[in-house]
C-alpha cells in the first residue's frame, strides 16, 4: 500500500479511493503526461510535464532554467498528479453528471539527479515513456543536451488514486424522469502516422520504424 499518509488521504468520496501500488502504477504508467505542483515566486503554479516511472520513484525533467524544477528541488518535496479521462457519465441532473476517471496523486521527496550516467539512462526512460522501443531507435543524447536539462528523482512516499466508474449516480427521485442517462466511455486513438518530409525523409524510404508500427497494430 503506498497510502493514505498523511498528506494523501482521500476526503470526498472515499468509496472512489485505491491506495495499492498496483492500481496506482498502473494509472501513473497508462498516463501521458503529468502535472507538477511547486510555489514560485509565492504562486502555487501547476504545469504540465512528462514524466517517467521506475518502481518507486517519479522521474521528471525540465531546462536548467525550469522555475517549476528549481523549486521542486529547493523544496526537496513535489506532488505531482496524473489523471485519466475514461468518458462520459451523464445523470438525469446536472448535480450528477460526471465523467469517468482514473486519478493518482504523489506526494514524494525530491531530488535532483547529478550523475551524467544516470542521467543519460533516465532521460532514455522518457523516451520509451513517450512511445515504448523508440528510445533505441533515436540517436545517443549529446553531452550538451544531457548538461541542459535538469532531472528530478521524486520518491513515492505516499499516493492516492481515485477511480469514477461504472453507472451514473442518480438521485432515487430522478429515476423515473424521462431524461436520458448512462455513461459513454471513451480512449486515446492514435490516427494514421504522417512522415516528416524534409531532410532524409524527403525521399520517402525510411520505413515506419518497429514501435510506430506496434502502437498501429494495438489500436486494431
Ligand atoms: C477529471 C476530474 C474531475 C473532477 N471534477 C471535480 C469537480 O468538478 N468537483 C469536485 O469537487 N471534485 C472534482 N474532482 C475530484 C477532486 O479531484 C477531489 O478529489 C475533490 O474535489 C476533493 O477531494 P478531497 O476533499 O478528498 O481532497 P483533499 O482533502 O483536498 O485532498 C486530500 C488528499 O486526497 C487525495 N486526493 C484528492 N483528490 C484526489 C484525486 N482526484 N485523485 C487522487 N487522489 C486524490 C490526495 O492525496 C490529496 O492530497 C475531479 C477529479 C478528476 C480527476
Given at each position: 500500500m503506498l497510502g493514505p499518509g498523511p498528506n494523501t488521504r482521500v476526503r470526498r468520496l472515499p468509496e472512489k479511493a485505491r491506495y495499492d501500488a498496483d492500481t496506482i502504477n498502473a494509472i501513473l504508467d497508462e498516463a501521458r503526461f503529468c502535472h507538477v505542483g511547486a510555489i514560485v515566486n509565492g504562486l502555487a503554479v501547476v504545469l504540465p510535464t512528462l514524466h517517467a516511472r521506475e518502481g518507486r520513484t517519479l522521474y521528471l525533467n525540465g531546462s536548467n532554467s525550469n522555475a517549476v524544477m528549481k523549486s521542486v528541488v529547493e523544496a526537496r518535496r513535489a506532488c505531482v498528479t496524473v489523471t485519466l479521462y475514461d468518458g462520459l457519465r451523464l445523470a438525469r441532473s446536472g448535480f450528477e453528471s460526471s465523467i469517468a476517471y482514473r486519478s493518482v496523486v504523489v506526494v514524494g521527496s525530491a531530488s535532483r539527479i547529478g550523475d551524467a550516467t544516470d542521467k543519460a539512462r533516465i532521460l532514455n526512460l522518457f523516451v520509451d515513456a513517450i512511445l515504448p522501443g523508440r528510445a533505441s531507435e533515436v540517436r545517443p543524447m549529446s553531452e550538451q543536451e544531457l548538461r541542459l536539462t535538469t532531472v528530478v528523482a521524486v520518491s513515492i512516499d505516499e499516493a492516492s488514486a481515485k477511480v469514477s466508474s461504472g453507472p451514473t449516480d442518480d438521485f432515487e427521485e430522478d429515476l423515473d424522469l424521462p431524461i436520458w442517462s448512462g455513461v459513454v466511455p471513451a480512449r486515446l486513438h492514435f490516427a494514421t502516422p504522417i512522415p516528416s518530409?524534409?531532410?532524409?525523409?524527403a525521399a520517402g524510404d525510411v520505413a515506419l520504424p518497429a514501435s510506430v508500427r506496434r502502437l498501429m497494430e494495438q489500436q486494431k
Open positions: 518530409t524534409d531532410g532524409a525523409m
